[in-house]
């Protein structure tokens, strides 16, 4: 369960694991498959479209599950958890993928400015994901949570200015449930305490 079309179950295919991608968008879906096909990598993967809340599958179907940029975008994360453990065997890993940014970074220092933003104009409301409530839900399960892992790691060079344009587009989760108008004009808070915030010594 990813959302990139294909990012992550492609390379896992091509490392030899049996690989069942599920996606909601079927544009998705269709780039995945074209790509799984340039690779000829179909004896290896089967791409399905579903919903992560209502999983195609019967119980106990899989040795393990990967989800990346998943959880925090659906409307009830506790229901596509519940639907990835009954779908797994007994012992089997549910690995949840997510990226990290310096938080010292342009990048990590504009993100949280635009948190600190939204929740002082809007108050009560929480930036999306579950954080530390996931862990706390597997263990309910019977789950144990492992030390977090850096498995690949790279650099993409962003302007300040490419960020922001980011934020207004709504690339960033943070942004996707407020009005148009709220958007604009906390993304001008952003910037103004930001650029404050990139400038001190």
Known sequence: MARAPGGIALPLAAAGVAV???????????????????????????????????????????????????????????????EIVRVLRSGAAFIQGQDWRDPESCVGLLRGQLRHVLIELQPGIRPPGAGAAIGQALARYGGTSAEPQIVASWRRA??????LAGMAARVDAETWALPDDFVGYSDRQTYGLGSAALARP
Not at 158 to 163: D, G, H, R
């Open 20 to 82: 069942v991608g599920v996606d909601i968008a079927h544009e998705m879906l269709a780039i995945a498959n074209m790509r799984a096909a340039e690779r000829k990598l179909g004896d290896r993967l089967a791409l399905l479209q579903g919903d992560v809340t209502h999983l195609p599958f019967a119980d106990a179907s899989f040795s393990a599950a990967l989800a990346v940029h998943v959880l925090h975008l659906l409307p009830d994360w506790r229901a596509g958890l519940a």
């Open 158 to 163: 962003l302007s300040p200015a490419q960020i």
